[in-house]
T-cell receptor, first 109, second 112 residues
Framework: GQNIDQPTEMTATEGAIVQINCTYQTSGFNGLFWYQQHAGEAPTFLSYNVLDGLEEKGRFSSFLSRSKGYSYLLLKELQMKDSASYLCAVKSNDYKLSFGAGTTVTVRA | DTGVSQDPRHKITKRGQNVTFRCDPISEHNRLYWYRQTLGQGPEFLTYFQNEAQLEKSRLLSDRFSAERPKGSFSTLEIQRTEQGDSAMYLC??????????FGPGTRLTVL
């Protein structure tokens, strides 16, 4: 089976940094995705990691350690529009994504 | 807008009725996926097509569910004899490569 854990909620102040952790235990591993999802909308792709290390893309960075079954998404210079749910998803084979329940981030002024 | 499109966006039906949803993937994307998402949870994989071939169907899909992609382009997901437990957001995604999946806006199903 697949087990993907991430915190349920996080709150941070506008302009600050927030780190969302994700740990996983899956029957296979072929990459890890992070998605952003605003309420009532579809998930939007943020990042993909398949090798260990840090991938930086503007204000968002994602890190992966395959040996530890661990990833994090780092959001810098938080803006109000970053208030959303952030989903960690592991690709266990060529195509199937298994998602965590999501972390709701609330950005306060 | 050349993203993934889904129709309808919302569907309210009575228990026992059949419903059909449509997904149009991004042009030239040969991979198509269906997921289901309930409130407070992440999406759950339902099925996957590569071109017109359905390569995997989750055990979540009972015999009441069927999906097709007859010409390798758009796909349909049909639910027969709907139950209240089928109420969810049905998401379609497409991709050209393995390291991506782009989601459509979803169809929100409410079964009364």
């Amino acid at each position: 089976g697949q087990n993907i854990d991430q915190p349920t909620e996080m709150t941070a102040t506008e302009g600050a940094i927030v780190q969302i952790n994700c740990t996983y235990q899956t029957s296979g591993f072929n990459g890890l995705f992070w998605y952003q999802q605003h309420a009532g909308e579809a998930p939007t792709f943020l990042s993909y990691n398949v090798l260990d290390g840090l991938e930086e893309k503007g204000r968002f960075s994602s890190f992966l350690s395959r040996s530890k079954g661990y990833s994090y998404l780092l959001l810098k210079e938080l803006q109000m529009k970053d208030s959303a749910s952030y989903l960690c998803a592991v690709k266990s084979n060529d195509y199937k994504l298994s998602f965590g329940a999501g972390t709701t981030v609330t950005v306060r002024a | 807008d050349t993203g993934v499109s889904q129709d309808p966006r919302h569907k309210i039906t009575k228990r026992g009725q059949n419903v059909t949803f449509r997904c149009d993937p991004i042009s030239e994307h040969n991979r198509l996926y269906w997921y289901r998402q309930t409130l407070g949870q992440g999406p759950e994989f339902l099925t996957y097509f590569q071109n017109e071939a359905q390569l995997e169907k989750s055990r979540l899909l009972s015999d009441r569910f069927s999906a097709e992609r007859p010409k390798g382009s758009f796909s349909t997901l049909e639910i027969q004899r709907t139950e209240q437990g089928d109420s969810a957001m049905y998401l379609c995604a497409s991709s050209r490569y393995e390291n991506e999946q782009f989601f459509g806006p979803g169809t929100r199903l409410t079964v009364l």
